[in-house]
């Protein structure tokens, strides 16, 4: 059965791809972007030379009206939401003592408060036809931490302490919620680690390679399919962090 899912972020990176893979799944997609209104677009003919329809919804996540507005959009066009992908994120690498009260909130705001504002707008629907699934996308910085990435990580913590709480809110209303982790992945948020970077990283993952957008893609397809997971930080990483 076709499902209606909201992907945030969804004109670049992780986005994209799982734009890409869950539209060729019969899914009904709705990708998410706000600045990036080129590569929206370039995503949505890109598909429909495959004779794939999307919709493509400009908003800022982190800023509720236009969050209701798009969910308004939703509701009105196909009449519920079953999927919520969380994925819109960025980061900046600078030493905490360099951090700026901006840059707090333009990370915060952008990766935790986006995520908690979509969740909530969606609820109600969700709630009242006693089903969902909701995937925020984290980090594996979020369970470790990561140098010169404090906000970053913290944001992307938080991601991951409300997966939790929500699953265990949102279970009896038949609604599951879980975090992806990702570990390195190939995407343009990695374009600053050269080559050598890249190889002392890979020296270091089991699996002796970094990860594709596609990986990810497929694990959140696992985990719409899936009825019984819930409440779990599932790390795509190779092997690089084990816990």
């Known amino acids: 059965m076709k499902k209606v899912i909201i992907i945030t ?12 893979y869950l539209a060729r799944e019969g899914n009904i997609v709705i990708a998410n972007y706000n600045k990036s209104e080129k590569q929206a677009i370039e995503l949505k003919e890109e598909l429909k030379k495959e004779n794939i329809k999307i919709d493509i919804f400009k908003a800022d996540v982190s800023k509720r009206e236009e969050v209701k507005e798009m969910i308004k959009f939703v509701i009105s066009k196909f009449g519920k939401i079953d999927v919520l992908i969380n994925n819109a994120g960025i980061s900046e690498v600078k030493m905490f003592t360099d951090v700026t009260d901006e840059d707090w909130n333009r990370i915060i705001n952008t990766n935790l408060y986006s995520a908690f504002c979509m969740t909530q707008e969606v609820l ?54 879980n975090s992806i982790a990702p570990g390195i992945i190939d995407t343009t948020m990695n374009n600053m680690l050269s080559e050598e ?14 990860g594709s957008t596609l990986d990810i893609a497929k694990c959140i397809k696992w985990i719409i399919e899936d009825e019984y997971t819930t409440g779990q930080i599932i790390s795509v990483n190779g092997g690089w962090v084990i816990t």
């Not at 972020?9 to 890409?20: D, H, L, P, Y």
């Not at 931490?145 to 913590?157: D, F, M, T």
Request: charged share 20%; aromatic share 2%.
């Open 124 to 177: 109600e629907n969700m709630v009242h036809n006693k089903k969902g699934c909701i995937i925020n996308i984290s980090s594996i910085w979020g369970m470790v931490g990561s140098s010169c990435e404090a906000i970053y990580s913290i944001s992307k913590a938080g991601i991951d302490a409300l997966t939790k709480s929500l699953a265990k809110e949102l279970g009896p209303s038949n609604i599951r919620v």
């Open 197 to 210: 970077d890249i190889n002392d990283i890979t020296s270091n993952i089991p699996l002796g390679k970094i």
């Open 9 to 20: 972020g969804a004109s670049r990176g992780i986005g994209r791809e799982v734009s890409k």
